[in-house]
């Protein structure tokens, strides 16, 4: 079965502290894996694809890398409007067709 | 703004009732999708449409339907609304299989 999981569930920094979240996928076939961020009480917001390992891409303070079996999302000197949940999804095949698989997120909170 | 426009926002309906929500976009993509978002279990997939006309069935298609009549426009129908289908919708679209989706503001159900 493809699954997406992340890793920590919740995460607190002080704002410039640098750090990872993981997102570890388990799908036969891999065809890209995303990013996305989400705000509270909106719809998530498209940050990268990856579509194969070694791959990397930046954004801002972001930069998304990618291996086999896992991908990260480094942070560096993170500000407080880099509060959000980010969420990794892969490339799955539901009912013979490619979809998104979603993790569950990791909910990053930056404290001033 | 271009974008996805989801309606309603929010919505409470009693056991039994039907309802359809709408989503609409302006980007002329020709891949549109519906997902739910529940706490702990992440953004599930519940119809999709890669085309005017199309529709298939997600991972929880149980309880709902849908309509690609425009290409524009997807409509997720609930017959008879029950209390396990309370819930955050979100409608997203995409150019194709492999680029990034772009999701709406999202439509807060509660069932009761």
């Known amino acids: 079965e493809d699954q997406v999981t992340q890793s920590p569930e919740a995460l607190r920094l002080q704002e410039g502290e640098s750090s990872s979240l993981n997102c570890s996928y388990t799908v036969s076939g891999l065809r890209g894996l995303f990013w996305y961020r989400q705000d509270p009480g909106k719809g998530p917001e498209f940050l990268f694809t990856l579509y194969s390992a070694g791959e990397e891409k930046e954004k801002e303070r972001l930069k998304a890398t990618l291996t086999k079996k896992e991908s990260f999302l480094h942070i560096t000197a993170p500000k407080p409007e880099d509060s959000a949940t980010y969420l990794c999804?892969?490339?799955?095949?539901?009912?013979?067709?490619?979809?998104?698989?979603f993790g569950q997120g990791t909910r990053l909170t930056i404290n001033p | 703004n271009a974008g996805v426009t989801q309606t309603p926002k929010f919505r409470v309906l009693k056991t039994g009732q039907s309802m359809t929500l709408l989503c609409a976009q302006d980007?002329?993509?020709?891949?549109m999708y519906w997902y739910r978002q529940d706490p702990g279990m992440g953004l599930r997939l519940i119809h999709y449409s890669v085309g005017e006309g199309t529709t298939a069935k997600g991972e929880v298609p149980d309880g709902y339907n849908v309509s690609r009549l425009k290409k524009q426009n997807f409509l997720l129908g609930l017959e008879s609304a029950a209390p396990s289908q309370t819930s955050v919708y979100f409608c997203?679209?995409?150019?194709?299989?492999?680029?990034?989706?772009?999701f709406g503001s999202g439509t807060r159900l509660t069932v009761v």
């Open positions: 999804a892969v490339q799955a095949e539901i009912q013979g067709a490619q979809k998104l698989v």
């Open positions: 997203a679209s995409s150019y194709a299989s492999l680029y990034g989706y772009t």
């Open positions: 980007m002329n993509h020709e891949y």
